[in-house]
Nanobody, 123 residues
């Protein structure tokens, strides 16, 4: 079982940037794809981005494409989400997750969730 701990959330003005981190433990880091979801107040959890086991494939939701970048550091067993040009509609709790593939993550059939980190973007 993988344990996931997110960090890096906070309050930022529109147009600003944040980098989220997700530290993984409990299983060999390169054996699973990883991704990010988010859940805004009063809305369902939605897919944001995913990266393959060896990092060669990345996929993004249309709403964040061109603004967010997902990456992973195998030496640190850590997943990142660089968020640029933030908008108020990006305000949400962001969750880290794992699954067997990027397509599986996008479909929501994930194996584990972190506790989430709150991102608030002010206008």
């Amino acid at each position: 079982q993988v344990q996931l701990v997110e960090s890096g959330g906070g309050l930022v003005q529109a147009g600003g940037s944040l980098r989220l981190s997700c530290a993984a433990s409990g299983r060999t880091f390169s054996l699973y794809a990883m991704g990010w979801f988010r859940q805004a107040p009063g809305k369902e959890r939605e897919f944001v981005a995913a990266i393959s086991k060896v990092g060669g494939v990345t996929i993004y939701a249309d709403a964040v494409k061109g603004r967010f970048t997902i990456s992973r550091d195998y030496a640190k067993s850590t997943l990142y989400l660089q968020m640029n040009s933030l908008k108020p509609e990006d305000t949400a709790v962001y969750y880290c997750t794992t699954a067997s593939s990027t397509s599986t993550i996008r479909a929501g059939a994930v194996d584990a969730w972190g506790q989430g980190t709150l991102v608030t973007v002010s206008s």
